[in-house]
């Protein structure tokens, strides 16, 4: 490797600045936009007829409106914005091309919008997890291959030659995505294959996103800021890369659920792999524990209690995959709220959390010192925190009631489906909670934005009015 | 958190993480085989091992086949009915009793009705063609490999039901001894001569 | 890993792997399945969905229906009955038949109340040598198989769904939660497409406690039409319009009733065996008035 000076701190953050800008800041609009279709979503259950005169907030498109933009919206810019900067940083290399990288992300985010009216007006695919429509599909795609280029080339022009963990997590992760999105949008939309094969590939698709993909950026993140915060050296190289192998070659199995009208084998297989799923997770909890321990850096709220409960979440969202993969469990919680807990304990409870502890970790680096307000971030963690649980854990109580009555055909369904009725109540109230929680999220996030900018124009109007042009010396 | 400037005016790196060079515990990989073992012998348990035929309840072709129902005639002997009657009573006639100058009889034939089923599987799989003695009577014709194109389990009813009707009474054929037959034939377009088809096994 | 190209390997590997176990494999096993003869009546199965039918499947996907009722019915298990139709003119004849098997069938009660299950068995070859014996005492009788599991109970099916169900579906929306019923086999369930219309705009009208939305913005409400519509929905009680308007249903709404009415997927195929009986079960989420 030829003698290249590394890049000095200063010129990563400076070539980071805007194009994590452009992710965290759209980012964090859908996040809060899902979470008030969340809010509706989980309204009709309390009063079934609240919309039935606006086809636009009827479950049927606030729910998919809800889950798209918390999966396209947030959790695909934000791990995009973090896998960046990880990146440059660990590469000790600026961002290569950032102002085409911001034309991704302001791409990606019309993407999300085009998806986001398209539901809206019923234009939804109807498979789960990849409701947008085709054009929205076709404009996400290039802007994220727009965005994986210019990764890709910063990775090529890294002047530490050594790579760390997350950076395998990273660039697996900007490979994963455009091949199972092409894959699912070309056999689904453009050249449907036939019949019971679209469901195999849009299972196929849904676990490689929410159980590799996910996983793998978030884990990307996880391993560069608990060293970050703890001051220790991650434990060990070699977890990590058993957490990277076991993880990409199980979870890439996963998807299929019991009761799939498929032959057989698929749903058996794919039952298989999801508890081999508890393997990664354990190691991920080892190699969490063995890092944290022994660092004297309080939890107080910060990036350090996001992650930390990211973890926790992973663990538990992963137990419930492995257990309802068994036939025994899977014959009650099959088509109960169960499996959505299990989502939204992966989704909310591992990846946002994780997203918005590293965020809170990169940004005053962005924004300079002082400008993310620590004490909202601290209120940000103790509204989500109790809502994620508060909306997670009655799903997933709430699921097992539901099965165990449903699978005796003496109750009426009617009474099954009463039955959900109290869980779900609790559950509004943690989606509340995560809803004020993102918005808070959100006005931190642009108050320090704004905090910049100002800053940078006081700098700027004071350079252009001063007496002295700067940089001549008297 | 941002990178100080030093003294000198140079500026310092923030240092980045690093990784410790600890292994992988035993017992994670201790669960790791374990777990494999467990998914290995439940996949072999109830996975039907590919067949696109095989749900959950059923573990296995044979498992299905259990259950098929048989009320209302046969199901097979009904689809080899059906599948006989487009295709081969034209020739055979619908009574199985042949046609003068097109095909030999197949009710009470003794080639249709033989104890084995082996050499019946070949006829229509490559054609027959040349003297064969039916129902002591003597046939000079020539039958093309009407069966080819059919799959196995096809074939195999067809060949059941004419075991089966017009008085006929044998055992059924399966698709596992068609697919052995066809394996065995793979390749081959010249038609049976009867002399030669006397002397495969029964 | 030092390498980046061991790197893109280990995912090129892992990735490409289950790419040819879910979207290749299935593409190969079943993309190029066709039509096929149920058992034993030889008809063609599944058959395309008629026009509005097909346009009602478009509304059914727009609506986001699947986020509450999937279209799959699963299944336990299954169970194989004697069913004894006739006990034949020599009664005697018949119980010593079937006392050989079982000695309680052997007295004289058996042959009350037929046609009726006498035995449970294994199988269809366990069940050979009973039929065999039942009809040598000029009886008769017949096999039942039937599913089992708590979607059969609810009469929500008479066999588990299998691929061959979806043939002509796109999209396929075999759903993943069940907030409503399972609605694979509504059509045989509710025939009635004005019980379906009059279900969407009002469910709790047709289902007490139904937690389903109502789907007013299906249908127009207008002034008294003279002659009234002959589409207008049959309301009574709370549910009626206002005195001098009716009901209507938009032409999505009754292309949405025509694909509900038209979702019946319980045809014998091999791979899902049965041959209960075509009346259904008595359905435990039967509609209350």
Redesign the interface.
């Known amino acids: 490797m030829t003698a290249i000076p590394p890049t000095s701190q200063q010129q990563i953050d400076n070539s980071c600045r805007l194009p994590l800008f452009a992710l965290f800041g759209g980012a964090a609009v859908w996040l809060a936009l899902s979470s008030v279709f969340g809010v509706f979503a989980s309204l009709t259950f309390h009063k079934p007829s609240m919309f039935a005169d606006c086809a636009m907030l009827s479950y049927g498109r606030a729910f998919p409106a809800w889950a798209n933009l918390l999966v396209y919206g947030f959790c695909l810019p934000a791990g995009l914005g973090v896998g960046l900067w990880l990146l440059a940083r660990l590469g000790r290399v600026e961002l290569a091309k950032p102002w085409l990288i911001v034309v991704g992300a302001k791409l990606w985010h019309a993407g999300v919008l085009v998806g986001l009216i398209g539901i809206l007006a019923g234009q939804s695919t109807g498979f789960e997890w990849l409701e947008m429509p085709r054009p929205a599909a076709v404009i996400l795609f290039l802007a994220f291959m727009l965005i994986t280029v210019w990764a890709y080339v910063t990775y090529t022009r890294r002047t530490e030659a050594s790579l760390y963990p997350s950076q395998w997590f990273v660039l697996a992760a900007l490979l994963w995505f455009p091949w199972i999105f092409s894959t699912a949008t070309l056999l689904l939309q453009i050249l449907p294959v036939r019949g019971v094969v679209q469901a195999s590939v849009a299972w196929w698709f849904a676990g490689n996103l929410l159980n590799v993909w996910l996983t793998l950026a978030g884990l990307a993140s996880t391993f560069y800021v608990l060293p970050k915060l703890t001051g220790r050296p991650l434990q060990s190289y070699y977890l990590a890369l058993f957490v990277f192998w076991t993880l990409i070659l199980f979870g890439t199995w996963t998807g299929i659920p019991a009761a799939a009208a498929l032959p057989a084998w698929m749903p058996t297989l794919s039952g298989a792999a999801s508890v081999m799923m508890l393997i990664p997770a354990l190691a991920v909890v080892a190699i969490v524990i063995l890092t944290v321990r022994g660092s004297q850096t309080p939890c107080g709220g910060g990036p350090l209690c996001f992650t930390k409960f990211a973890v926790g979440s992973l663990m538990l969202a992963t137990v419930l995959l492995a257990i309802s993969a068994c036939p025994q469990v899977s014959r009650v919680t099959d088509y109960t709220w169960f499996g959505h807990g299990q989502t939204v304990l992966r989704i909310y409870g591992f990846f946002t959390m994780t997203m918005f502890g590293a965020i809170y970790h990169i940004m005053p680096q962005l924004v300079g010192p002082g400008r993310v307000c620590p004490r909202w971030m601290r209120i940000n963690f103790w509204l989500v925190m109790p809502g994620i649980l508060l909306l997670a854990l009655p799903l997933v109580f709430g699921g097992i009631a539901q099965g165990l009555k449903f699978i005796d055909a003496t109750i009426p369904f009617v009474d099954v489906s009463k039955s959900t009725l109290m869980a779900f109540r609790i559950s509004t109230l943690g989606e509340f909670f995560i809803a004020v929680g993102n918005l808070i999220f959100l006005f931190n996030l642009l108050a320090a934005m704004v905090g910049y900018y100002r800053s940078v124009g006081k700098t700027a109007f004071a350079e252009a009015t001063a007496l002295q042009p700067v940089g001549v010396k008297p | 958190m941002n990178a100080e400037p030093s003294q000198s005016g140079r500026v310092v790196l923030e240092t980045e993480p690093t990784a410790t060079g600890l292994t992988v515990p035993m017992w994670l990989i201790a669960a790791m085989l374990v777990l494999l073992f467990l998914g290995a012998w439940y996949f072999d348990a109830r996975g039907g091992w590919f067949e696109a035929k095989v749900y959950e309840p059923y573990h296995s072709v044979a498992d299905v086949a259990r259950f098929q129902p048989r009320s209302g005639g046969d199901a097979v002997l009904l689809r080899g009915k059906v599948l006989y009657e487009q295709n081969c009573a034209l020739c055979h006639n619908p009574d199985g009793m042949g046609k003068l100058a097109q095909a030999p009889p197949l009710a009470g034939s003794e080639w249709v009705l033989a104890a084995g089923v082996n050499r019946l599987i070949r006829i229509p799989q490559v054609g027959l063609a040349g003297p064969i003695e039916v129902k002591g009577q003597l046939w000079n014709l020539n039958m093309a490999a009407m069966g080819v194109m059919y799959p196995d389990e096809d074939l195999a009813a067809v060949l059941s039901y004419i075991r089966n009707a017009w008085g006929n009474k044998a055992s059924v054929v399966t698709a596992e001894q068609v697919k052995k037959v066809r394996t065995e034939l793979a390749g081959r377009s010249q038609p049976y001569a009867p002399d030669e088809l006397k002397k495969e096994a029964e | ?4 190209a061991l ?2 390997l ?3 590997i ?2 490409s ?3 040819g ?3 290749l ?3 190969l ?5 066709a039509q096929v ?1 149920t ?2 009546a ?1 008809d063609n199965y599944p058959v395309a969905r008629p026009g509005l039918a097909a346009q009602g499947a478009e509304v059914y ?8 009722h ?1 279209q ?1 019915v ?5 169970k ?1 009955e004697i069913v004894l139709t006739d006990a034949g003119t020599n009664a005697i004849a018949t119980l010593a038949a079937l006392g050989k098997f079982n000695a309680e069938l052997g007295k004289p009660t058996t042959l009350a109340l037929l046609p009726k299950a006498i035995l449970q068995v ?4 366990a069940a050979d040598p009973i039929l065999k014996a039942i009809s040598s005492a000029g009886a008769k009788a ?2 039942l ?1 039937s599913a089992l599991g ?1 979607d059969m ?2 009469g929500w099916g008479r066999r ?23 609605l694979a086999n509504v059509g045989w369930r509710w025939p009635d497409a004005n019980w379906q219309l009059r279900h969407l705009y009002a ?1 709790a009208a047709e ?11 299906l249908f127009e409400l207008r002034p008294l039409g003279k002659p009234a519509a002959a589409s207008a929905l049959q309301l009574s009680g709370a549910f009626a319009p206002p005195a001098g308007f009716e009901i209507v249903p938009t032409d999505a709404a009754r292309a949405l009733a025509a694909y509900l009415v038209s979702l019946r997927a319980d045809a ?1 195929l ?6 209960a009986p075509a009346a259904p079960a008595a359905a ?2 039967s509609p209350v008035k």
Not at chain 3, 29 to 33: E, M, P, V
Not at chain 3, 122 to 125: E, I, L, R, S
Not at chain 3, 207 to 217: D, E, I, K, N
């Open positions: 890993m030092k390498s980046s790197v893109f280990a995912a090129f892992a990735l792997a289950s790419w176990g879910f979207v494999a299935p593409q096993q079943l993309g190029r399945a003869k058992i034993p030889q996907r727009s609506l986001g229906c699947v986020y509450c999937s799959s699963g299944q336990d298990g299954v194989c294994a199988d269809m070859n017949q096999v198989v708590p109970a609810r588990r769904t299998v691929a061959q169900d979806y043939l002509y579906d796109l999209p396929v929306q075999p759903g993943s939660r069940r907030a409503g019923p399972d469910p289902v007490q406690g139904s937690t389903m939305p109502a789907y007013r913005f014998p091999f791979e899902s065996p049965f041959t435990t989420n």
